[in-house]
Each structure stands twice: as C-alpha cells, then as structure tokens.
C-alpha cells in the first residue's frame, strides 16, 4: 500500500529468513548494518596507518600515504593515527560508533564511564 500525500510504501519484502518485513524496516536494518561496519573499518584504516607508520621507512610511508590518497601532514592522518593507537579502547562500542570517522570521538575523550 502506498501512502498517496508521501508516495512511501509500505509494502512487505521479503528477507533471508523466509519472513516479510516492510521495506522500511530493510532499510533501517541495511543501515544500521553498514554504518556498524563502518565504523568498524575506520577503526581497522586506523590499525593499518599505524601499522605503516610503525614498519615502513619515513619515505616509505610517504609513498603509502600518497598511494591510498591520505596527506601525510594532514588532520587525517592524525585523527586515523590516533584511532589506531587507541583501537582497543573502542571496542566496548562497537555497534554504537557513530557512522563517519569524522564524529568518532578521540580516545582522550573517552571516559570509563562511557562504556556503562
């Protein structure tokens, strides 16, 4: 059934399990499922820079940040650098990360209290 003064549908899809939900619930649950691997990846992107910078050369860590697109001098690399750092601080909020690396709070300014 589509609601005529928003043209939204409510109409039923089918899901692996073999049951229906309605499209806007796929569409939450789609969502929800790669923001949650979204901001696991940041995490992981921030392991990886750390890892270069820990194993390369100064020159070859240039190449790598030049090779994936990432300015070696810039705020990005050190945002990603410190999540890095810090990963296993977050992982108590995994599946309550926030989508973008760019709202991902720094690790100083987690608490021990924020994981309650």
Not at 14 to 43: H, M, Q
Not at 101 to 113: G, K, V, Y
């Amino acid at each position: 059934m589509t609601d005529l003064n928003t043209n939204e549908s409510n109409s039923l899809v089918p899901v692996p399990n073999g049951t229906e939900a309605s499209v806007f619930d796929d569409l939450v649950n789609r969502y929800r499922g790669f923001a949650k691997k979204s901001a696991e990846n940041t995490i992981k992107l921030g392991e990886t820079l750390l890892e270069a910078k820990q194993t390369l050369s100064h020159q070859r860590l240039k190449d790598f940040c030049h090779e994936v697109n990432l300015k070696h001098v810039g705020s990005t690399f050190r945002k990603f650098l410190k999540i890095g750092k810090e990963a296993s601080r977050f992982e108590p909020f995994n599946g309550s990360t926030p989508v973008a690396w760019t709202t991902m709070p720094l690790p100083q300014n987690l608490s021990e209290d924020a994981a309650q």
